[in-house]
């Protein structure tokens, strides 16, 4: 049931964000909806992605955002599309949704005992976790050792974005302008 309303919240802050006309309420709706999104990854038990998620996408994201909206003009200035260019997005959109529908039906359900990577890898991981990285920990173990090189690349993005906000937010003399 949960799952339904993030997904019902994550739909309208979308429709919201995109139908704004004032680009400082959309930065709002989409760091909002990059929180959302961060409790959805919580909730299917990726709390180092909900993390990241809520770093990078909620609050270094919005921080750009609102950066490069200094340098702009706030409010959207709308143009008529005509022909073809005013019905091509619905047309991009609806074949990714046929084709992410059509990837799906052959999954297994969410949870399922008898899904490929409960067969093989999670078992594996129980049994030789502590025997090959040391650690007594499963998830540690997972995270540090089998999973290292992603956990690296996490911490890569989330430092990198920091610095990089860290950079264009200094303030900087009259004579370096």
Do not use: C
């Not at 019902?8 to 760091?31: E, H, P, R, T």
């Not at 650690?135 to 911490?155: F, H, K, M, Q």
């Amino acid at each position: 049931m949960i799952n339904l309303m993030l997904l019902l919240f994550l739909v309208i802050i979308a429709i919201a964000a995109i139908q704004a006309k004032d680009i400082l309420n959309s930065i709002m709706y989409l760091g909002v909806y990059s929180l959302f999104m961060a409790l959805v990854w919580t909730e299917l038990n990726a709390v180092d992605v909900a993390f990241t998620e809520a770093a990078v996408g909620a609050g270094v994201s919005g921080v750009f955002m609102i950066g490069a909206l200094t340098r702009m003009n706030r409010f959207e200035s709308s143009r008529e599309r005509t022909g073809s260019s005013k019905y091509m997005p619905v047309f991009i959109v609806a074949v990714t949704a046929v084709m992410l529908f059509y990837a799906t039906v052959d999954m297994p359900a969410y949870n399922n005992p008898e899904a490929p990577i409960n067969k093989h890898v999670a078992p594996y991981y129980i049994e030789n976790s502590e025997h090959e990285t040391g650690s007594v920990n499963i998830v540690t173990s997972v995270l540090a050792s089998y999973r290292g090189y992603d956990t690296l690349g996490e911490t890569s993005v989330v430092f990198t974005a920091a610095i990089s906000v860290i950079l264009l937010l200094r303030r900087r003399d009259e004579n370096e302008r």
